[in-house]
């Protein structure tokens, strides 16, 4: 639970920033350490830099950078794993279905990266390769329009008014209004994105399309000041992990065997009146369903083979 989480997380807290100072203290003597990168060391670092403009050295995290780090770091290992696996899904999806997209990114991958039992030793020795694929990014792009995480709320002040798009007549604002911003209706409408809107199309998120798109309406990391901190360790993470399973393994969507799936463990396929009615949405047996975030309904069962 949460309590349990935030007691782990502030005890690894406690313990790195103990170890930087025993560190801090060694490198007056000797030549300082290569500081790590991980999420943790990066806030204990930040905390440890803003007490060396102190006059007063605390050998303990105060309790409101304590507090508030334990919530970014929540962020990062939580809301960060849980969408980016579920866009990843999502794009084993569509790539599954659609022969055309899938022969490309495989062509992409064998042109830039190279042989698939060679791309994690090319990945190693240059790790920029994974930024020049530019269709395996929009195929990401496409796959987070059609199906974004979550959507976002804003408080309108005082100084805020909206117009309906249509008319331009000026709308009916009242004291903290809260806006819903709903991205997967943005993403879906047809009068923004054409007659393709429900399609799996990547093409349109291609270097030379970019001039077409409607650029505010694409916003499955939101925009301005309140944007997802995590939006390019997303689309690294995803690119990564494309590069290395497309080539390697024919995926296919198995909804048909969601039974299979009572018992194992898992949250999914346990209660059977998700598999009543309505089995689809505009056309997709993978659509979203709100489980903390939006995921992909039945943790989106998949059969898996080694490709030929």
Known sequence: NSRTINNYLGEVLDKRFQEVLR??????????????????DLAV????????SRTHQSTRLSPDFRRNAITQIRVFLFAGHDTTSAAI??????????????????????????PIDQTEEVLKRDPYLISKLPYTTAVIKEVLRLNPAASSIRAADSQTHLTDPKTGEPLIMVPDMMLWLL???????????????????????????????PEAYWRPFERGIRNCIGQDLAMI????????????????????????M???????????????????????????????????????????????
């Open 183 to 213: 991205h997967w209706s943005m993403h879906r409408d047809a009068e923004v994105w054409g007659p393709t809107v429900n399609t799996f199309h990547p093409e349109r998120f291609l270097p030379e399309n970019a001039a077409t798109l």
């Open 89 to 114: 899904c999502y794009a084993l999806y569509y790539l599954s279905k659609d022969s055309s997209a899938l022969s490309k990114i495989r062509h992409e991958h064998e042109t830039v990266l190279g």
């Open 23 to 40: 560190e801090k203290a060694a490198d007056e003597h000797n030549a300082p350490k290569e500081r790590k990168r991980a999420i943790i």
């Open 237 to 260: 993470e995803s690119r990564v992990a494309l590069a290395l399973v497309v080539r390697r393994f024919d995926f296919t969507a198995a909804f048909d065997a969601v039974d299979q």
């Open 262 to 308: 009572v018992g194992d463990g898992t949250m999914y396929g346990k209660d059977p009146k998700y598999r009543e009615g309505r089995q689809e949405l505009l056309g997709d047996e993978a659509y979203p369903v709100l489980v903390g975030t939006a995921k992909p309904r039945e943790g989106m069962p998949m059969r898996v083979k080694l490709a030929a």
């Open 45 to 52: 670092e930040s905390y440890e830099k803003e007490a060396d």
